[in-house]
């Protein structure tokens, strides 16, 4: 008997609700995907991308890691992307961070959880790098919340910064890079007002090819 017996009873539920709203459903999926949006959020189990979105399966192409970081140099990371602008046809890029964090609460502490420690250095760097914005807020909540906003607004740079989004502007592909945070508590997402659709908007330091628009 199945450990998880539970887990294969819901899955059939879930395919029967499935077919009796499209019997057609996983014949369609099965012949391949061309999402429109790239999810780039945190790990944490409650932040299911597809439900949030009200998105369908197919609909949204995710990756996922502690504390939705996007390293230059993660090569899991430069992967996704490059398949998702190059091959799957993504014209929306969300970097999604959540108030909650665990992995940015984590970053403000002085103490050791291991392996992980590395990772959270990212968070750290950018903390370090925004001391007087942080400081500025005597509410330690607030200072919270503030880092996990700033954590999306870098990693947006990040992923902007990336020859793959250069070159996709370059050739003229419609692509947007959203920043955005989840409040656990709400159910709703919050829009950063940080959004890079365009070559122009990367700053020069970054930019691997020369901005050629008007």
């Not at 990756?63 to 992967?79: G, I, K, M």
């Amino acid at each position: 008997m199945k450990k998880l017996q539970k887990l294969f009873d819901q899955n059939k539920a879930w395919v029967e609700k499935k077919l009796v709203k499209d019997e057609k459903v996983f014949e369609t999926l099965s012949a391949g995907q061309s999402p429109k949006y790239l999810w780039i959020g945190c790990s944490d189990s409650r932040i299911p991308a597809n439900e949030i979105l009200g998105l369908e399966p197919g609909e949204v192409f995710v990756h996922r890691n502690v504390a939705n970081l996007f390293p230059h140099t993660d090569f899991n990371c430069l992967s996704v992307l490059e398949y998702g602008i190059n091959y799957l046809g993504i014209e929306h890029v969300i970097v999604c961070g959540h108030y909650g964090c665990g992995g940015v609460k984590a970053a403000m502490e002085s103490s050791q959880l291991g392996l992980v420690d590395n990772w959270l250095r990212h968070i750290r760097d950018i903390s370090a790098n925004e001391t007087k914005a942080l400081e500025a807020l005597s509410d330690p909540i607030e200072k919270y919340k503030k880092l996990v906003e700033l954590n999306v607004v870098y990693q947006v740079l990040n992923v902007c910064h990336t020859t793959i989004c250069q070159n996709a502007w370059a050739n003229n592909k419609s692509l947007s890079v959203h920043g955005w945070v989840y409040d656990v508590s709400t159910g709703f997402l919050k829009d950063l007002d940080c959004c890079i659709s365009s070559l122009e908007q990367v700053d020069k330091a970054y930019r691997t090819l020369e901005y050629k628009g008007q």
